[in-house]
């Protein structure tokens, strides 16, 4: 018996092997999870379908661009055909204009500025109201993956760090909210994963450096790392905990000078 054996999980945000969200999706299915797998577009489909080819237990795979409501309502009504309900909801997702992810704070643009708050933290927001009605009763378990750059200036992180500030503001009023429907709501401030997203904030190359040599742990994180704390989080041995953000970050977070 795995730790999610019975378990239903959705999954959004693998583009390709090396999301964080994929490493999610290799845990939750070693520990037993059905799980659906809600992925941006066609061409991402296509890669998501590749690289759960070997799995024993076919996901099922639905198209969502968060920025659409109504393909999240369709998402959802796809999932309530063919499942009972949603134990989980994983929210892995993030963009920014590439130009505003570096330069000058001072130069972000409002259109860049809502769009990376429209993607990466109002979509907690509409994903998870979309799978209330299925997580209800449930002891569900929402989660969202955040970064130390929503708390402290990290060079070239910029929007990202604003809406990362508000995806852990989202992740305690969420929190709040779903409680009483029996749906906790946590965030994952995981540290740097080379990841298509991450190689996209200037200096990053300089951070991952950073962390290997200055955090307590002196090494960088894998996406097992951060799947196994999903895991826990999704898992019932999560139960009583929400509104928090948990650092997966060899400790860096607890650093002063
Ligand atoms: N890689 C890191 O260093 C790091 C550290 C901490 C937190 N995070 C966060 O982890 C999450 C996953 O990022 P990643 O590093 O795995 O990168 P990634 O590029 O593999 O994943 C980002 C995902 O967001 C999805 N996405 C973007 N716009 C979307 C839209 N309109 N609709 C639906 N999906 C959309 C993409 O399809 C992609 O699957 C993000 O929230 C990111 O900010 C990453």
Not at 19 to 30: F, K, L, P
Not at 84 to 97: P, Q
Not at 111 to 123: C, D, I, K, M, T
Request: glycine share 10%; with cysteine; aromatic share 6%.
């Amino acid at each position: 018996m795995g730790l999610l054996s019975d378990k239903t999980v959705v999954i959004f945000g693998i583009a390709n092997k090396r999301s964080i969200a994929w490493g999610i999706a290799q845990v939750a299915a070693r520990e037993g999870a059905r799980l659906v797998l809600g992925y941006q577009n066609e061409r991402m489909g296509k890669a998501v379908e590749k690289l759960v080819e070997d799995f024993p237990q076919k996901p099922l795979l639905v198209e969502c661009d968060v920025t659409n409501d109504e393909l999240i309502a369709e998402c959802f009504a796809k999932i309530k055909a063919e499942c009972d309900g949603v134990d989980g909801l994983v929210h892995s997702i993030a963009t920014a204009k590439r130009e505003e992810l570096g330069g000058h704070f001072r130069d972000t643009s409002w259109e860049g500025y809502a769009l990376a708050q429209q993607v990466s933290a109002y979509s907690l927001i509409s994903l998870s109201r979309g799978a209330l009605p299925l997580m209800q009763g449930r002891d569900a378990s929402v989660i969202c993956m955040s970064y130390y750059g929503a708390e402290r200036v990290v060079e070239g992180y910029n929007v990202m760090g604003v809406a990362k500030a508000a995806l852990e503001a989202n992740t305690r009023y969420l929190a709040n909210d779903l409680g009483p429907e029996g749906v906790r709501v946590n965030a994952i401030s995981a540290g740097p994963i080379k990841t298509v997203s991450a190689m996209g904030v200037s200096g990053f190359k300089d951070i991952l450096d950073t962390v290997a040599e200055r955090a307590p742990l002196r090494r960088n994180i894998s996406q097992e790392d951060v799947g196994n704390t999903a895991l826990f989080l999704l898992s019932d041995l999560g139960r009583a905990i929400t509104g928090q953000t948990i650092y997966v970050d060899s400790g860096y977070s607890i650093l002063g000078t």
